[in-house]
């Protein structure tokens, strides 16, 4: 692939150059055409290029989605994800609209109206009933888009208690992320980045009896259909707790706390059941294959095979080793979760350690 | 008001006459030279050096992402320590990031832009002798080269040139423990930032009091071309909210340097608690982007006066809809300010405060979906001439609807939270605000080299494949990188493959590098044509763009004052093109399908009310 696409651009660089070479002698021979202001031939030549601009356009966003669409994010696996999935597809759809009718019109006019000597432009400075028509019609369709919007909005980000969500810290720090469990009184216990020292890296309040049962990992695992209230913290930087699975964003603040809440909706061995995820691993895991017979040759360790996992990315500058800050997310059934959580030491257990 | 302007206008005249006897010496026409066609051309030449540099550091960065695996000698040559082996280090690549973005929107789209044609177009094409204070220009400019050397100076410091990404939100870009750049680097940055602020407010104010005062009899301000209203707004733009980014700045410095908290609060670092207690990040985005938003209008309102002055003169037609322009001009200008918050969806501030920027975001669509129609309409039943400068035009509103668009995604605080911060945002801006503004650019200089450069004009078949190649290059580059974006791939990322989930991305990445080299490799053609056009392009007619504005009307040969005689008197709007007179047998002089401004009424014509 790579080797194609150099070969193609050394081909594509050639043309241009032998393009301009062509343009240079075109432009010495021609005695007539000495000005450096648009002919009529010129006006021919790049009215019909701008016609084939448009196509071009067409041509490679068909491309990108034909190419490249397996590339995207499979359906929300939370709750909420589908309500901001659908509304992505109507803006969507909106957009490629308009797109397509106004390139088409732009790049058709510039054609269609390309200069000639004998031609003679309309006069036409305004008209109030066409500039009203096209201010209004967007008016009407973003006050739609707004108002649509905001509700899908409200609906995430305004969390109701009433709905008993179970509450767990998002701890972010250089480079990597922890995860703080409530416990059973469902409450975190006190923290403050003065507090670290030793094993209580999360700078929890060791004489705050909320905190007794937390639990702090470094892998999040989440029960099907359970809402879930994530307090995040900073202890240095600002950092971003990006979950593109789930739809779901914030940003992590030194010297406050910012929430986002979710009820995870698919587990992740059904996700990994899921048509898109498998053409998707397929595909990583074809070019793992590929990665490992030329590390093979070298004689190194091949690599391993890819298995879906939910993740958690930080997605906020952060410093040297951005790119490699994420966390493993596991959604699973209750019985699993519980079970899981039963291996887990409290955060009293670990402090007596 | 305008007869007192006039009164003005014409003492000026005298008092200039006079000046040009001076005779001039080497340092005060070409280095401290306080004419402004001279200044402008300082500036476009200074911003188009560090577009180079800005350039050259995206290629240096797509190398790594496209082919993360693959030595490049190439990083050892730029890069020195940071590129050993031809492996480039991740924190120089954080700093090729943050110093290619801070270049492109300050540096060159911001003064080498703004800074070139408003110096260049204000008095020109207002009639005026000079800008209201030729020495203040002066100033902006040198200022602007001195921040200009701050910045390249930046990037030879020990520990590396500033590297928190072009919005440096603290406390990354405050504590030197975080990020090697973070330590001198990032002070030289903020130094270079201060002077940058200090030389667009000398200049944006000079620009304001030049337009409301300098204006020749008659040219009233629906007179004006719709260059002058972009480039008097934005200045406007620039007053207001310039001084809010010095005041993050020096506040930001106050923390790095002496101990105090607006921004730092509750802190753990490099194995110990800092002192800083009761300051937020947010409130510096809050501040950066009061400044960094209407920092885009402020790219790309001189980008669109600009195209639509070109449109309306190649399509030898009046533009559609002066005073819908202008008052979308002035409605950009009034959104821009209050809606900073939709870059802070996620950060933090109340969901309530989302919805009210969701709002003030989405209505920003209505102007500018007004001005992309009328541009279109512009072009309806022309007479195309299709120079240069046109075709970088129509290559404007191609991308100005494409990157726009996307727009209405990212403007939605719900769907903001899945992409934000993603490639989506970054294909998104680059296109709407990076590629368009730089389409602006090059249409100003195709249009105006021959006023720059004394009636010589930049070769137009180089011109075309430079436009073609670029136009193809810019959307193989962009396009695609949506895809990436919608894939979840968050932005300022070393390498896309230390985790195996984007590993399908690499292809994408490879396509996008491709193109950007093909189309950096298509600027050396305009490059090549500036250069050699400056000193052996073929001068052209005074007027070879058939135009009616003023600045066609002036000397060819640059002299002090522009005009030799006296400045002309205005007599009609700037867009009367294909004009005809009343009995529609021919144009209103007839064989001549333009009437210049400074033409009288004649007696075959309609006077209309535009």
Redesign the interface.
């Known amino acids: ?2 080797a194609f ?2 070969v ?2 050394i081909i ?2 050639g043309v ?1 150059v032998w ?2 070479d062509k ?2 002698q ?2 010495k021979s021609e005695g007539s055409n ?5 002919s009529d031939k ?2 021919n ?3 019909y ?2 016609l084939g ?1 448009v196509f ?2 067409y041509f ?2 068909i491309y ?1 989605f034909w190419k ?1 669409g ?4 499979p359906e929300a696996a939370s709750e909420h994800g589908q309500g ?1 999935d659908d ?2 597809y109507i ?2 759809a ?2 490629f609209f ?2 397509f009718v ?2 088409w ?3 058709y ?2 054609f269609k ?4 000597k004998e ?9 109030d009933t ?2 009203f028509v ?2 209004i019609i ?2 009407i369709v ?1 006050a739609g ?2 108002i649509y ?2 509700f ?3 609906d ?3 969390v109701d208690t009433e709905d008993d969500p179970m509450v767990v810290e998002l701890y972010a ?2 480079f990597d992320w922890r995860a703080r469990y409530s416990g059973a009184d469902n409450t975190l216990g006190e923290a ?3 507090l ?1 020292e030793g094993v209580n890296q999360l ?1 929890v309040d060791a004489s705050d009896p909320n905190a007794q049962d937390d639990v702090v990992v470094n892998e999040l695992h989440l029960p099907l259909g359970r809402k879930v209230l994530f307090k ?1 913290r900073s ?4 950092h ?1 707790a ?1 979950m ?2 789930f ?5 992590c ?4 706390i ?1 929430q ?1 809440a979710f009820t995870p909706s698919i587990t992740t061995e059904d996700m990994r059941l899921n048509e898109d995820v498998v053409d ?1 691993v397929n ?2 895991n074809r ?2 294959r590929e990665k490992s017979l030329g590390l093979a040759a070298k004689g190194e360790e091949g ?1 391993e095979p ?1 298995q879906f996992d939910y ?1 958690l ?12 800050m ?1 966390m493993k997310i596991v959604v699973e059934s209750q019985e699993d979760y519980d079970a899981w959580m039963e291996t887990q030491p409290t955060f009293a257990e670990v402090i007596k350690k | 008001m305008s007869a007192h302007a006039n009164e003005h206008a014409v003492d000026h005249d005298g008092h200039d006459d006079h000046g040009h006897h001076h005779k001039e010496t080497f340092v005060t026409k070409y280095i401290f030279s306080q004419d402004h066609k001279m200044i402008s051309k300082q500036y476009l030449i200074t911003g188009l050096f560090m577009g180079i540099i800005g350039i050259a550091m995206s290629l240096l960065f797509r190398l790594q992402l496209a ?1 993360p695996d693959h030595q490049f000698t190439v990083y050892e040559i730029f890069l020195g320590k940071w590129g050993e082996g031809g492996v480039m280090d ?2 120089v690549y ?1 700093a090729l990031v943050t110093i290619h973005g801070t270049i492109m929107v300050f540096f060159v789209l911001t003064a080498g832009l703004s800074g070139t044609f408003s110096n260049l177009l204000i008095p020109l094409q207002i009639g005026a002798r000079d800008m209201a204070s030729g020495f203040l220009n002066m100033v902006s400019y040198w200022l602007f080269f001195l921040s200009s050397v701050f910045m390249v100076l930046s990037l030879f410091v020990e520990a590396g040139p500033a590297s ?2 072009w919005t440096i ?4 870009s405050a ?1 030197p423990q ?3 750049g973070s330590g001198a680097g990032m002070t030289l940055w903020l130094v270079s930032m201060a002077i940058f602020i200090a030389s667009s407010l000398l200049g944006a104010l000079n620009y304001i009091v030049t337009v409301i005062n300098l204006r020749t009899k008659g040219m009233s301000m629906t007179r004006l071309p719709l260059t002058i209203w972009s480039f008097f707004v934005t200045a406007i733009i620039g007053v207001v909210s310039f001084p809010v980014l010095l005041s993050a700045a020096l506040m930001l410095i106050m923390d790095r340097s002496f101990g105090t908290s607006f921004f ?6 490099a194995g110990e ?1 800092l002192h800083n207690q ?5 409130l510096f985005e809050h501040l950066f982007w009061f400044l960094g938003h209407p920092e885009v209008y402020i790219v790309i309102l001189p980008a669109m006066g600009m195209v639509s002055e070109v449109l309306a003169t190649n ?4 533009v ?5 322009m202008v008052a979308s001009i002035l409605a950009i200008a009034f959104l821009s300010t209050i809606v900073w918050g939709h870059h802070m969806f ?3 501030m109340n ?1 309530f405060l ?2 009210v920027f ?2 003030t975001t ?2 920003i ?2 102007p500018s ?2 001005k ?6 512009t ?9 240069t400068g ?2 970088f035009s ?1 290559g404007f ?2 991308t100005f ?2 990157g726009g ?2 727009g ?2 990212l403007g ?4 903001d ?2 992409v ?3 490639y989506f945002v970054v294909a998104h801006f680059h296109l709407v605000m990076g590629v368009s503004a730089l389409y602006g650019l090059f249409a100003g200089v195709y249009h105006w080299f021959p006023k720059m450069f004394e009636g010589r ?6 011109g ?2 430079h436009f ?2 670029t ?2 290059g810019a ?2 580059v962009f ?2 990188m ?3 974006g ?3 791939l ?1 932005r ?5 493959t ?4 984007f ?6 990445n ?2 996008i590098s ?1 193109f950007a ?2 189309t950096a ?2 600027q050396l ?1 305009f490059l090549y044509n500036f250069v050699s056009s400056m000193f052996y ?2 001068k ?1 007619p005074q007027n ?2 058939s135009s009616t504005t003023l600045e066609w009307t002036a000397e060819v040969k640059h002299i002090h004052g522009n005009w030799d005689g006296p400045i002309p008197e205005v007599h009609r709007w700037p ?1 009367d ?4 007179n009343k009995d529609e047998s021919d144009y209103v002089i007839a064989g001549q ?1 333009f009437v210049p401004q400074h033409i009288p009424m004649q007696d075959n014509e309609d006077e ?1 009310d ?1």
């Open positions: 692939m790579t696409l150099v193609l651009v594509l660089f241009a393009q301009l343009i240079f075109m432009s000495d000005s450096e202001i648009a010129d006006n030549i790049n009215g290029l701008m601009f071009f356009t490679l966003l990108c490249w397996d590339v995207l994010l901001l509304l992505m803006s969507m909106l957009i308009v797109g106004t390139l019109l732009l790049s006019f510039a109206y390309r200069g000639k031609n003679r432009a309309l006069f036409f400075a305004d008209n066409l500039e096209w201010t967007p008016v973003l888009l707004i919007g905001l899908t909005w409200t995430i980000m305004n720090y250089q403050n980045v003065r670290i700078g995040m202890q240095d930087v600002l971003s990006y593109p699975h739809r779901a964003q914030m940003n603040v030194p010297g406050m910012t986002f998707k595909e990583i070019l793992r690599l890819y993740l990315l930080c997605n906020k500058i952060c410093g040297t080793n951005h790119y490699n994420q | 082919w991740p924190s954080l928190a990404g939100y603290p406390p990354l504590l975080a990020i090697p730092l609060s509750d802190i753990y670092i608690v009761g300051g937020s990040p947010v399509s030898r037609k009046p559609f809809g002066y005073r819908a996620i950060s933090g969901p989302g919805s969701t709002f989405l209505l669509a209505i979906a007004v992309s129609f009328n541009w279109i309409t072009l309806w039943k022309g007479n195309l001439q299709m120079n046109m075709l129509i509103v191609s609807i494409t668009l996307t209405i995604i939605d605080s719900a769907l939270i899945n934000h911060d993603t004009m930049l070769n137009k078949n180089l075309y494949v073609w190649i136009v193809v959307y193989g396009f695609p949506h895809f990436i919608m894939a979840g968050p300022r990322y070393y390498t896309n230390n985790f195996p989930y590993d399908d991305l690499t292809d994408v490879v396509v491709v080299i093909f490799a298509g053609v392009g073929k052209g070879p763009w867009y093109y294909s004009k005809l399908d209309m535009h």
